[in-house]
Nanobody, 120 residues
Framework: VPLQASGGGSVQAGGSLKLSCAAT????????MSWFRQAPGKERELVAS???????NYGDSVKGRFTISRDNAKNTLYLQMSSLKPEDTGVYYC???????????????WGQGTLVTVSS
């Protein structure tokens, strides 16, 4: 399932950005959706995740500043980022989990990444 992420860019500290990630084809059985990020020289980390029912989870460093949401009808994932800090700089990746079978087997699809740069 090709995923198209958009919304990245350059912003000053304290600013806001909204990322979007849409499946470019018809997809079924999408379950959890997530945003990961990878800063230069660091490992990839979970930013936020959202279940099919709307339950959310956030990394400690973004709690209270970022909001994850999804539009199931459009198979689109969002990440509203506010009060951005230079340490939020990195490539942001969206991930869609898809249920493959009734026994719980699933797989993850990754977007190509969108760059967010926050300057001080």
């Amino acid at each position: 399932v090709p995923l198209q992420a958009s919304g990245g860019g350059s912003v000053q500290a304290g600013g806001s950005l909204k990322l979007s990630c849409a499946a470019t084809g018809t997809v079924f059985n999408i379950i959890g959706m997530s945003w990961f990020r990878q800063a230069p020289g660091k490992e990839r980390e979970l930013v936020a995740s959202i279940t099919n029912s709307g339950s959310t989870n956030y990394g400690d460093s973004v709690k209270g500043r970022f909001t994850i949401s999804r539009d199931n009808a459009k198979n689109t994932l969002y990440l509203q980022m506010s009060s951005l800090k230079p340490e939020d700089t990195g490539v942001y990746y969206c991930v869609f989990g898809r249920l493959l079978s009734p026994d719980g087997a699933s797989t993850n699809y990754w977007g190509q990444g969108t760059l967010v740069t926050v300057s001080s």
